[in-house]
Structure formats: C-alpha cells, structure tokens
C-alpha cells in the first residue's frame, strides 16, 4: 500500500492490520476460536506474561504474541485497531457490552471516597449505574444539567464541597433520549480545573449516539470515547458490545481492568463487528439522509408539538454542534401532542417502523423513554430532563425515505382522528 497517500477510514476497514499471508491467504480474517495460545519457548511465555501483569515494560523493538483469550485474541486486536481510526485514537479496547466498557471505566477510575461529576440526561442502564451501584462502592455522583453555564457548574462544585473529591468527569453528548448537546471542550477545561499536579481528573464521553463518523470527543478534550458498539458500529441488531478509545496510557489502565473483570469481547463478536465496519459509513450517511427528511416531516406535522433534532438546534446549542459535531446524526426524538395514550396509539399504528430499544441500526427503531429505556428515572428528574409521556424517541434506518415517511403519518393520522 501506499505508505505516501493517507487512505480514509471506510478505505481501511476491509484490510488493516490484517496479514493474509498469516491465514492461509484468506481474504477477511478468520474467527480465532480458540481460549489458548502456544508459546514457542518457556523464555517467551515468561516475557509476555511479563509486560500482560505490568512486572515491566515493552522494550521498544519487542513484538509481543497472544497468551489467552481472555487477554487477547486476533479478532480484537485487529477490530481494535480498525476502530481506532475513526476516532484517531492511540488505542482501543472492546468490551462484551457499553454497558460493560462504562462500568470498567468507572471501576478503573474511580476509587471510595471519590466523586463522579455527570451530565444529564443519560442511557437508562448508565444513570442507574451512578445512582444505585456507584454508592455501594462508596462513589458519590453530582449531576449537571445541559443548560448550566461553566460558571454555573464551577459554583454548583464549590458549593457541594466536594471539589477536591472528583476523579471524572461523564458527559453523553447528544443525550439518550433527549438529544441535549453538552459542550465537550467546557467539560475539559473543568476537569482541567479541578486536576492537581497529583490528580489528574478525566473527562469520559460516551459518543453512542453520534458513532465514530459525526462527531470525535478527543479532539475535543476528552480523555476516553465510549461506545456502545451494538449501536452504528455493529448496525445490524445482531451484536452486543462495547468499546472504549484514548491514549496508549488511558487504555493500558481499561485493557489490564478488563483482563481481571474478564467482561472482553470474544472472537465471534470482533468478527461481526469487522465485517459491520466494512459498511459503516455507507450506513450512516444513508440515515443520516433519512433522518433529515424524516425530521423535517414530523416538524411540519400537526400531531407534533416540538422535534428534538441536532439538525434544528439555535443559539447556544447551535454555537456547540458547529464547534465539535459534523453531522446533526440520526435519532430524532418529539413530542406528539396529548399524553401517553396518545403516543402508544402512534407507536402502535405504525407498520414499517419496529418498536424496539437499541437504536443505530439498519432498521427504523422507535420507543417510548419514559416507560421503557428510563423507566428507573426519578419522576423529579424526569421532569427536569422533558422526559414526558409525549415524548418519542425514533432511530433512523436505511429504509427508503418515502416509505418511512409514508409510515410515520399514516400512524399519525390514525391518532389525529381519534385526537
């Protein structure tokens, strides 16, 4: 290849860091299903397993093999790799799930007696995380919301008292499910603020519901992006996993934490996930082409009173998404007007569209937060957060535009009838 002309990501993803020439000539990397490794020496099993338990570091020119599959496995080291372009990242580590690559990075960073610092709204399976296992390990968590100022945050800390006590910044920009953009390189210079020179604070990114292509935290300040990989990156509903992006440092730290929890993705899933990469972007571009059609409808629409879309934002939110997204993506949330009867009748009428959780998938996906992803948020903090019975979260397909369209008001009128 080339080594004079910089190939893009979507170039990449069908051939790098992958040798045929050590698979019997194979085009596509085979499924390693196997949980051992053979060493060619005693001698070699000895440094390898030195610099896996940190006894010492990699020497500069020292190439080092596969032990366990639990530590390492062909398939994820090259799905790893892969990943790491988009993001140009340094490393990445793949979990069995996001909710599993979340939950190591807070188990990793975080000790008792620390304090996490989080935006809100976030993932269902994430706020419960903070607010009901967090604290059993003794891990405090104050909560910000999407229209406080820098100031306004700084002030909120120094009045908690707990300033000196946060280790981690957690920010999900765009929200689940809400769409609330939070300003990734402001949530930096907080953490910023708050390091010493014994402590540095980290700021964590969870870009699920932007993928790797519209948007890229780390240029932005952030020092790990979290994935839930099930969502664009796998993209077809069949895979379950989690990743992880940063520093060679920062995911040093994640891949010796996910080698002890043992929560690694195995061969079958790095596999799916390879060939899911292979047709990322043409994925992606398509629904974000049908999620700008799909948007506009439903703004013009008569059954809804608000659509919640980066694509509309003003102002502020505005200044924010032009600073650090590329794309407005594609999930749309609105509300329709009148309550939950109202938007279980719409949910219900529809054909083409599946009511399902999980989102980034070729198929259209829709639900009903309130009652279903962030069922197990407060009342009080759904209010806060417009989480409110009107409100319906829609995930784009590659479905044709005018069939989805088709779909969405024929649902509709089918409430405005009975409205």
């Not at 948020?377 to 957060?385: F, G, I, N, P, Q």
């Not at 989480?387 to 009128?413: F, M, Q, W, Y």
Request: proline share 4%; with cysteine; aromatic share 10%.
């Amino acid at each position: 290849m080339d080594s004079k002309h910089k190939y893009s990501p979507e170039s990449l993803m069908m051939s790098y860091g992958y040798s045929s020439e050590l698979s019997e000539g194979a085009i596509k990397c085979p499924i390693f299903q196997t949980s051992t490794f053979e060493f060619r020496s005693a001698e070699q099993g000895k440094a390898f397993f030195e610099v896996a338990y940190g006894l010492r570091e990699k020497e500069e020119k020292e190439e080092l093999g596969l032990i366990y599959s639990r530590i390492n496995n062909p398939d994820l080291e090259i799905l790893e790799n892969r990943l790491s372009l988009w993001d140009e990242a340094e490393d990445c580590a793949v979990f069995e799930s996001g909710m599993s690559a979340i939950s190591t990075a807070f188990m990793e960073f975080l000790k008792p007696g620390d304090v996490l610092l989080f935006s809100n709204p976030v993932y269902g399976g994430t706020d419960h995380f903070i607010k009901h296992i967090l604290d059993k390990f003794g891990i405090e968590a104050l909560g910000f919301y999407p229209n406080q100022t820098k100031e306004e945050i700084t002030q909120m800390i120094a009045e908690s008292g707990k300033a000196d006590k946060i280790a981690m910044v957690y920010v999900e920009t765009p929200a689940n499910p809400t769409n609330d953009i939070i300003d990734i390189e402001m949530c930096s210079q907080i953490a910023d603020d708050l390091s010493t020179n014994e402590r540095k604070v980290y700021l964590a990114v969870d870009n699920t519901y932007m993928g790797p292509l519209w948007q890229h935290p780390l240029k932005h300040g952030a020092d790990l992006v979290l994935y839930s990989a099930t969502k664009y990156i796998g993209g077809h509903s069949d895979v379950i996993a989690g990743a992880c992006l940063g520093s060679n440092e920062v995911i040093a730290r994640m891949k010796t934490m996910r080698t002890f929890l043992g929560n690694m993705a195995g061969p079958w899933t790095g596999w799916l996930l390879m060939r899911s990469l292979e047709t990322l972007k043409v994925r992606m571009d398509k629904q974000l082409e049908n999620a700008k059609a799909v948007a506009s409808f439903l703004k013009s629409h008569p059954m809804i009173s608000k659509v919640y879309y980066l694509g509309f934002a003003e102002g502020e939110d505005k200044q924010i998404y032009d600073k650090q997204c590329e794309a407005p993506g594609a999930m749309v949330s609105f509300d329709i007007k009148g309550g939950e009867e109202e938007a279980f009748q719409f949910i219900n009428a529809l054909k083409l569209v599946k009511l399902a959780v999980s989102l980034g998938s070729t198929e259209s996906l829709i639900q009903h937060p309130g009652t279903m992803t962030h069922a197990g948020v407060s009342e009080e903090d759904k209010a806060k957060l417009n989480i409110t019975p009107s409100l319906i979260r829609l995930s784009v397909g590659v479905e044709k535009t005018e069939d989805l369209i088709h779909d969405l008001n024929s649902a509709l009128e089918t409430v405005l009838k009975r409205f």
